[in-house]
Nanobody, 124 residues
Framework: VQLQASGGGLVQAGGSLRLSCAVS????????MGWFRQAPGKEREFVSA????????RYADSVKGRFTISGDNAKNTVYLQMNRLEPEDTAVYYC??????????????????WGQGTLVTVSS
């Protein structure tokens, strides 16, 4: 299983970016996909997750109302639409796959496949 994250970049505060995570080697239909981020000097933290089987999503409080997670089963790709970006959103964003569970969750240790990360920089 391989995860390829893309879409990061430099954006001004208030702007938008859309991250993509293409998954190869496994169908997403029965799994949980998540996005995490890690800012310099900080722990990797949960951002959002989606579960196709129960068609549910979850968001960290810090991004609720600004970020939207979605997926395309035909393309085996997960997206994170990020609007109204803030300098505090600056981080490396990682997508992750939990291949064993079907219910959405935010537990980092339960995700067993990770993408390489894509850098998002928000300038003030």
């Amino acid at each position: 299983v391989q995860l390829q994250a893309s879409g990061g970049g430099l954006v001004q505060a208030g702007g938008s970016l859309r991250l993509s995570c293409a998954v190869s080697g496994r169908s997403l239909s029965w799994n949980v996909m998540g996005w995490f981020r890690q800012a310099p000097g900080k722990e990797r933290e949960f951002v959002s997750a989606i579960s196709w089987r129960v068609t549910s999503t979850r968001y960290a409080d810090s991004v609720k109302g600004r970020f939207t997670i979605s997926g395309d089963n035909a393309k085996n790709t997960v997206y994170l639409q990020m609007n109204r970006l803030e300098p505090e959103d600056t981080a490396v964003y990682y997508c992750a796959l939990d291949s064993r569970r079907g219910s959405v969750h935010s537990v980092r240790e339960w995700y067993d496949y990770w993408g390489q990360g894509t850098l998002v920089t928000v300038s003030s």
